[in-house]
């Protein structure tokens, strides 16, 4: 594996200063007369400033990011396309999201998630849950991103440069997010095009590398067929249930992705949750009026198609290189054998100027995320907790102010946390590590969101106990159901891992986790009145589209449709 060259530097180095120059002309065009950005809508949410495509490229970048192109193309590697459905149901998610959930953000004037559950419930539910997402966004996001992010890029510059990336990357970020939402949103346009750029170079020379090894010539379309020739199980949808005489390859790829019932449980919960009630997310389409969010969030969920080509494909093209003799030294053997090198490894083999390129598109998916959750740490803080609790009469330009002392602190402790990996994020591994954290989390919080939405008599009591028992009853199937109910029951079946002990499928236990506890919110809901007062007022014109908006809608559709008839 070759290492940085002249040229690769020079080219990453036009990047950060490509971005940042924008990013600083973007702010200098936007600061007000007295010197300052003192609206705390325009610094939060850039209210009415972001266009359509700028909405859209915006979800993108701060969507994908390490986790996505180490842990999905190490997911790749073992599973193949089966895990491309998170992508192409996110598609299906986000047209949800935008025909269903925006609309009643926007007519109630909703610009924080611990906003809409005070307004919609009480002020306990919305503080219990501000400071859940804090330190979700601290200790799992922005860390998690930080060192998955730093580990890939000095897999190429060299390990003793770790901690010198671990800075750079928060820096960079950092200069991203003290301009604020437009800033950060309009940036995101330059990183979306760096890291489709990019990406898709990596994944042309990975399906080179396959040709080549092959003896097929430097045909990246003879290397696809050959990928698809050679490991046939890797370019199914639907993994299937195991029988009795099932190797533990298959048992953890159905753990990992139990084929059909996933979509009867978590996979929804994981992306309507992630799209829908997310901080990080929804904050791009909350300051724009409703057709331009609807059009901007159906505009992503069109590139969301596209993604499994950049962060699945160079993962199994290293899966049939590494089946076939080749990357044993950078994927390792045994049990020093990772997955999760599987994209680094593909990206060791680009040549001279490439390299650069693509490095850069790995790190403006991570400058991108990073300067995402920065924004929503800092916009939960100030509106959430500093303006209610501690500074009830704070200006404009202090609550500016403290968002940004917000932004540095929260880097800052990511930056400390990511130093000697403290959370051991490298031990579990980084996707893993996500999904576990914030699985735990996901059913109790779409929960409350959905009920809270669409049924008016929800209450407030229900709301909090959704929250809890959410994460009680996530926790619960995951370590005690088999124990206490065995591995064979109506409601799961439970299977051996690589561990040698009984494990329900992670989605499994989310789908069941979000069912009970909808169905004891109802029951507590029942017991108060007919009409909850703190009800949102909907009306059916609130959720009709225009011609434009249902045209996309169709497309996505039939692609996502086309996607699951060729790859079932």
Known sequence: MGKFSTIDYVIFIVYFFLVSGYGYWIYKSKKKKEGEVSDSKD??????????????????????SAEQFIGMSGNGFV???AVAAYEWIAAIALIIVAVWFIPVYLKNRIFTMPQFLETRYNQTTSLIMSIFWLFLYVFVNLTSILYLGAKAISAMAGPEHFHAIVIAMAVFSLVITLGGMKV??????IQVVVLVIGGLATTY?????????FGLGSNALAGFSKMMEDAPDHFKLMAEKPGPGATQADVNKYLMLPGIAMYFAG?????????GCNQYITQRALGADLKTARTGILFAGLMKLAMPVIVMLPGIAAYVLYKNGALQTEMGVGDAFNSDNAYSAILGFLP????????????????????????????????????????????????????????LAAI?????????????????????????YTGFFSPGVFAVFLLGMFWKRTTGAAAVTGVVMGVVLSVFFNDYAVKVFGPETWL????????????????????????????????????????????????????KVAPSTLALIVVTLLCVAGLYITFW
């Open 43 to 64: 610094f939060f949410l850039a209210e009415g400033s972001l266009t359509w495509w700028a909405i859209g490229a915006s979800l993108i970048a701060s969507n994908i």
């Open 79 to 81: 599973v193949g396309v």
């Open 184 to 189: 950060i949103g309009f940036t995101d346009v």
């Open 205 to 213: 020379i990975a399906l080179t590398l396959v040709s080549e090894h």
């Open 267 to 275: 996979i929804w919960i994981v992306n309507l949750n992630y799209w």
């Open 352 to 407: 001279t100027g490439l390299k650069g390129l693509s490095v850069a598109a790995l790190t403006a998916a991570i400058v991108a995320s990073l300067a995402g959750k920065a924004n929503s740490i800092s916009t939960i803080f100030t509106l959430d907790i500093y303006k209610r609790y501690i500074n009830k009469d704070a200006e404009e330009k202090k609550m500016v102010v403290v968002g940004r002392f917000a932004i």
């Open 412 to 436: 800052i402790f990511s930056v400390v946390l990511t130093w000697n990996d403290a959370l051991d994020i490298g031990g579990e591994g980084g996707f893993t590590f996500i999904q576990k």
């Open 492 to 543: 799961w079946t439970g299977y051996l891992n690589k561990a040698g002990v009984y494990e329900i499928p992670f989605l499994i236990n989310m789908g069941w986790a979000f069912v009970f506890t909808l169905l004891l919110m109802i029951v507590i809901s029942l017991a108060g009145p007919k009409i909850n007062p703190k009800a949102f007022k909907l009306d059916t014109t609130m959720f």
